[in-house]
């Protein structure tokens, strides 16, 4: 018996769990459809990005800038920012993943929270290294936790701040407090995907840590706020040793001409921005307090989602509501993955669609 000769993976990649995104499609037969699962923008993209992006079609035989100067420059002057300090990437997600092949290797290990985003293990078993996982307190990330697994081989330190999927954030004196607890060779990665929508007094996205700090590197999107999930555009704001090792690895012409262009438009427009902040905070506040006058515990957000936990009886489950809700129409997204088996992540979406999913689970309830 001959054995056949193939490339072979990696050691370690065969056994990663490959990132599950929210449901994208209702059952057959479902005419209207709310897609409440991947934490998009109700409103939409600014008029202005979708004008931008359409005025670069009769130049796709083109390359872009690889440096996406004119981004980085608009992103620096509304964030008060130095722009050489800014890159860009094809998302957030592949900022963090070249975070992760840059400074961590085979043997390394990396933490990450209880409940925090389910890429960064991927990224770290990609590295061939260990992910060490830090329990929360509260379904909030707990310094003490995060401190406490810190080893001689730990290199890296992710910490969505809000997190995602339970919407709850860390105060920036706890996040100070976590970084004077790490060793100065550990880089801590801040995830503030969602740092548009906090409105609390005690949050900060990471600029001035980072400002301060050699071993800091704060990560952000325009997939949330500015409702270009489409268009794949994330960003950093790092030290420039960090950017200088970065710029080394990264792919030539990694963000698309459309996308810088639909960026700069977006990022200008801040009266959308500020459109889309307002409507979240209204419907955020409106759907927790409606889903909970239905006796359902909801975990206190600060993003643009809510995670909203069901009874443990089967007939009214977290699997049994997604199903009832999905054949109206309603798609939220299951977290068993995360470790909330009972519990569903509904994206604040446009007012009808707020009142269909209340509405919805006041009649599952009652079955």
Do not use: C
């Amino acid at each position: 018996m001959t054995t056949e000769l193939r490339p072979q993976p990696l050691p370690g990649v065969m056994n990663i769990d490959a990132y599950v995104p929210g449901k994208g499609h209702a059952p057959a037969g479902v005419e209207k459809v709310y897609k409440l699962s991947a934490n998009e923008n109700p409103l939409g993209p600014s008029p202005r990005a979708i004008e931008a992006a359409q005025a670069v079609a009769a130049k796709l035989a083109l390359y872009p800038d690889g440096a996406a100067t004119r981004l980085r420059e608009t992103i620096g002057a509304t964030h008060g920012l130095n722009h050489s300090n800014i890159m860009v990437f094809n998302g957030s997600d592949e900022a963090i993943a070249l975070l992760t092949r840059t400074y961590v290797g085979r043997g390394d290990e990396g933490i990450y929270s209880e409940y925090g985003f389910l890429a960064y293990p991927i990224y770290l078993r990609a590295a061939g290294a260990t992910p060490v996982v830090a329990s929360e307190t509260g379904e909030r990330t707990d310094v003490d936790a995060i401190l406490a697994a810190v080893t001689p081989k730990t290199r890296i330190v992710f910490l969505a701040n809000p997190n995602n999927p339970t919407g709850t954030y860390l105060p920036f004196e706890e996040v100070r407090r976590l970084h004077r607890g790490l060793p100065g060779n550990v880089l801590l990665i801040l995830d503030a995907a969602y740092a548009e929508f906090v409105r609390r007094n005690d949050y900060e996205a990471g600029v001035e840590l980072v400002a301060a700090s050699h071993n800091v590197v704060m990560t952000r999107t325009f997939s949330k706020v500015h409702g270009l999930g489409g268009a794949r555009i994330g960003w950093i704001y790092a030290p420039s040793h960090i950017v200088d090792a970065l710029e080394r690895v990264r792919d030539p012409f990694n963000v698309n001409a459309v996308a810088i262009e639909a960026g700069i438009a977006a990022m200008l427009d801040r009266d959308h921005v500020e459109r889309s902040v307002s409507h979240n905070e209204k419907w955020l506040r409106w759907t927790t307090e409606e889903l909970e006058k239905l006796g359902l515990r909801v975990t206190p957000s600060v993003g643009n989602f809510i995670l909203v936990h069901f009874p443990g009886e089967a007939r009214h489950s977290a699997v049994a509501a997604d199903e009832y809700l999905s054949a109206r129409g309603y798609l939220l997204r299951r977290v068993a993955a995360y470790g909330f088996p009972n519990a569903l992540r509904m994206t604040i979406g446009t007012e009808d669609a707020n009142r269909g999913v209340v509405a919805a689970l006041s009649e599952f309830l009652k079955a």
